[in-house]
């Protein structure tokens, strides 16, 4: 067993992911930019840190779980960041879903400071953070990722190793791509049918009869008709992967027509509505324009 760990961001998902370490005995030092949600974890017992150069400076391992790059610049490698407090021979594992470029300039400063990294990017929302079942995307040296297994078995309940560094990051922006699609297409297929005078439920269980079935139209179908836009994962954040997505494509040299168009609605959906609620919510973008509410009758 590591003997100790440093936890880096503590919001909807990182709460769960150090919760479980800390359950599962592992000594655990967190700290949040909001200090208020370290202290909670603390009568868990956690020990809270002062900064993010604290939180590292406790751990053989450290997570960082950040909403976008430049909370992740900025708490990695600013002032009083990571990389300042980072043990040498330590492994840092960064969750959070970044571009490869932020992914390759936080592997650069951790091995000049004669540590390990991975990016271990996450699939699974804010339940599969709390009950320690996640899917884990990861780049780097398999000999890390196997030193690095224990503790990446607390909270996930599968682990893919993508490839070299970097691997885990791409991955996961693929994945993505593909979840807000289906998010927008699902909104489109249920305003359109709510429009006409179909029933939206029938839609969704229409959905579900075929080989195109998934759980995910079941869930967020369920979420949308119960006008539930409880935050699992927000609006913001998912435009956030979709600019991500974008510039990589431009990077690449990629066409993404259809995630151009996708990621135009999340923008519109965001400013018109709260960007902090569900990414579902970006049926209601579409909503406004039909002058129809998909609801359950
Ligand atoms: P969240 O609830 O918004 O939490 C974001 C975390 O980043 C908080 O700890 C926040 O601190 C911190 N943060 C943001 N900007 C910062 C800055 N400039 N300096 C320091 N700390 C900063 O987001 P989340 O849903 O947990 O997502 C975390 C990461 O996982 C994101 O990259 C997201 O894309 C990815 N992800 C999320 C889900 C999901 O379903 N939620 C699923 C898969 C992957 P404060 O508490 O102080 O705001």
């Known amino acids: 067993m590591a003997a100790q760990i440093g936890f880096i961001g503590l919001g909807i998902m990182g709460r769960g992911m150090a919760t479980n370490l800390i359950n599962a005995g592992y000594e655990v030092t967190v700290y949040n930019r909001t200090r208020a949600k370290a202290e909670e974890l603390q009568t868990m017992g956690a020990r809270v840190a002062d900064s993010p150069a604290d939180a590292a400076a406790h751990g053989d391992i450290v997570f960082t779980m950040l ?25 840092l594992i960064d969750c959070s879903t970044v571009d490869p470029e932020t992914t390759a300039s936080v592997r650069k400063a951790v091995e000049a400071k004669k540590a390990r990294f991975l990016d271990a990017p996450v699939a699974g929302s804010k339940d599969a953070a709390a009950k320690g079942e996640l899917i884990l995307m990861v780049g780097g ?57 179909l029933s939206p439920q029938t839609i969704i269980d229409t959905l579900m009869t075929g080989v195109i079935g998934s759980r995910f139209y079941e869930w967020k179908g369920s979420c949308v008709l119960d006008r539930d836009f409880t935050t699992n994962f927000s609006l913001k954040l998912m435009h956030k992967d979709l600019s991500l997505i974008s510039s990589a494509g431009y990077s690449l040299g990629t066409a993404l027509p259809v995630t151009a168009a996708v990621k135009e609605l999340y923008a519109v959906a965001k400013g018109l509505s709260n960007p902090d609620e569900d990414f579902c919510s970006v049926i209601k973008a579409l909503e406004q324009v039909a002058q129809v509410e998909v609801k359950r009758s």
Request: glycine share 10%.
């Open 141 to 197: 040296e398999p000999e890390t990722l196997e030193e690095a297994k224990p503790v990446l078995d607390v909270i996930s309940k599968k682990i893919i190793h993508a490839g070299p560094s970097g691997s885990g990051t791409m991955l996961k922006l693929c994945f993505n791509l593909v979840v807000s699609h289906m998010m927008a297409a699902l909104s489109e297929s249920l305003v359109l049918g709510t429009k006409a005078g």
């Open 67 to 91: 909403a976008d790059p430049p909370a992740v610049k900025q708490v990695i490698l600013g002032h009083q960041g990571v990389i300042e407090g980072l043990k040498s021979g330590a492994i």
